[in-house]
């Protein structure tokens, strides 16, 4: 299987992300929001996997690569949380 590993890598960060802001919309929407755009700004990082293996990596991650995603997942929260676009 070929999988974007960092879309696990997103997945994995963001509720720690998430915690530093805790007046922003955290519903679906918003998220996945957060989620698509975090991915548009990080390069993707395709693996080919065998079922489980890809979580055992992600503590292997260097320090500056983890930097870069909270980088821009705390981009990505400024522009939805300015601009949410779920139904109010
Ligand atoms: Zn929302």
Redesign the pocket.
């Known amino acids: 299987m070929i999988r974007n590993y960092m879309e696990y890598i997103v997945e994995e960060n963001l509720p720690l992300v998430l915690d530093k802001y805790p007046g922003i919309?955290k519903?679906e929407?918003?998220t996945d929001d957060i989620k698509a755009i975090a991915l548009n700004n990080l390069k993707p990082l395709y693996v080919v996997t065998e079922k489980g293996t890809i979580y055992s990596r992600l503590n292997e991650l260097n320090q500056q690569f983890k930097t870069d995603i909270i980088s821009k997942l705390t981009q990505a929260i400024e522009v939805v949380s300015k601009n949410?676009k779920?139904n109010l």
């Open positions: 919309c519903c929407k918003c949410p779920h």
